[in-house]
């Protein structure tokens, strides 16, 4: 098997050579040029002809959010991008322009730091190399969705709630979906696995798309309906309950499948306490973190839906819970929230206690 092609454009020196040293280690990858610049990079785009592009987020002349919207509109390609903490807005909206995943930059001075990070990136890499790639439509950036919503239930219940694991595409796809729930929605838990940093900005992000309120989870707050809660980027996050309230728990414990958060911890909470109340989706992503879970949810009378292959970046989750019966529908990802909305009719949205 050939090795995946990738080009690394960054405009700092260290940079390039620290990400041309560790990919360049790894047999099944093989770096075939480094671009100082986006100026230069068009050209040896063409030349070199990568599978894959690491891409810095800022650079002088032409920055990186520029560039990969080119870029996605005349020859869509797999992106990871390489950003700081203090660029979190201009990430995700490379992740809304079509990139496939995202990196931190290690402080340089770090081993550990450094090492991290060289296991992360090329495991996105190869990731990277088997996403299904589209031309991204434009996203905007102000309340506004061209969508078909899903309609509203009649009424609203706080018995039923909604849980949803993801992983890579998981940003867009979670935009897609939760765009579409009605403002009376069941509350919705959300574990997309994001590094530490990055989570408030992408809750913050979607609640100005939504029409249900958006936000970073906290500990020990009550969850409610027409809200939805994202997994802190270092914790995992569980279903709990204080009385006859559902309420969203922390945990900074070992990671699970690799991930902190970890969908299983996510699925595993809500097939224990909330049972047949609980609808579970499982979205694009990488791996088989959820899959496990998700089948004990079914077992516990939770309603669960997978994202299809066409419409998944990469499926991996999907396909995992699909493979050990997890799952009730296998739908395309616009049509998911519609298909949650129309079991809560059917089944009667009041809940049944448990």
Known sequence: MNPIKVLIIDDSALMRQVLTEIIGRQPDLRVVGAAPDALVAPEMIRSLNPDVLTLDVVMPQVDGLEFLERLMQVRPMPVVMVSSLTEKDATLRALELGAVDFVSKPGTDSAPGIKSFGMEIVDKIRTAALAKIRRAERVPQVRHTSLKPAAPMKRASSERLIVIGSSTGGTEALRVLLTQLPPNSPAVLVTQHMPPGFTRSFAERLNGLCRIAVKEAQQNERILSGHAYIAPGDHHLKL??????????????????????????LFRSAARHAGPNALGVMLTGMGKDGALAMLEMREAGAFNVA?????????????????VGATHEVLPLEEIAGCLMKHLSLAGAGGIRV
């Open 240 to 265: 709990g309950r204080s009385g006859a309230n559902y309420v969203a728990l922390l945990d900074d414990g070992p990671p699970v499948n690799r991930h902190r958060p970890s969908v299983d911890v």
């Open 307 to 323: 994202q299809d292959e066409a419409s998944c970046v990469v499926f991996g989750m999907p396909k995992e819970a699909i493979a």
